[in-house]
């Protein structure tokens, strides 16, 4: 919808340069001073991402789609600006309160970096296993990661099994989330959305 209102505009309402030939940026909102604000860099970073395979997780962002309403910045920046947090440099998340393949006003939120790294999925080195799962020898050790600058991680324990070792790195993982959240929420910096879907978090 908002494409085609573009294309059939000829009054000047939109800048001209697009960003991946699908971003269009109102011409109020062109000056230089523009791009350097959090809501701008947010918008390019996620255009980037879908249309131009940005970033070393590009594979992660395979059949993703950005919804037509926010392929207009003005659009865009109105709804980044009204989110709780948006001062705070948070990350745009889609993957909490929605599939993870959408980027549109229902399915995303701000989240700040701890928050978001903490409910991403990534992988142990050894593709067999669960995540936070390592084998030592016949039995199975469960580890979770604490101090990401640090690479801090805390042992929860010796397993005959690798579901065992996996069902205690995923409480532990589930009760950290939700008492991190807890905090900022109370602290007036987490959207209530972002609140109720962190707290009933499951992997």
């Known amino acids: 919808r908002i494409r085609n209102v573009i ?17 269009f940026i109102p011409s109020t909102l062109k000056g230089k001073e523009h791009r350097r604000i959090r809501a701008f860099i947010s918008w390019k970073n996620m255009i980037r991402r879908i249309y131009n395979g940005y970033g070393r997780f590009a594979k ?16 865009f920046k109105n709804w980044y600006e009204n989110q709780r947090g948006c001062g705070l440099k948070y990350e745009l ?12 006003p229902e399915t995303c939120c701000l989240l700040p970096r701890e928050l978001n ?20 020898g016949k039995r199975f ?14 042992y929860l324990g010796n397993f005959d099994t690798q579901e065992e070792a996996s069902n205690a790195y995923k409480a532990f993982r589930k009760k950290r989330i939700a008492e991190t959240a807890q905090v900022y929420y109370d602290n007036g910096e987490l959207d209530e959305r972002a609140y109720n879907a962190l707290i009933k978090f499951n992997m």
């Open 93 to 104: 998340d889609k993957d909490l309160l929605g599939n993870g393949k959408l980027y549109s």
């Open 60 to 75: 992660c962002y395979e059949n993703c789609v950005i919804c037509e309403e926010w392929l207009d910045y003005g659009v």
């Open 117 to 136: 790294r903490m409910i991403s999925d990534r992988k142990t080195k050894n593709r067999e296993l669960p995540t936070g799962v390592k084998r030592s």
């Open 141 to 154: 050790f469960a580890q979770a990661l604490i101090g990401t600058a640090e690479k801090t991680y805390i």
């Open 7 to 23: 294309n059939s505009q000829n009054d000047g309402s939109y800048y001209r340069v697009k960003i991946c030939g699908v971003g």
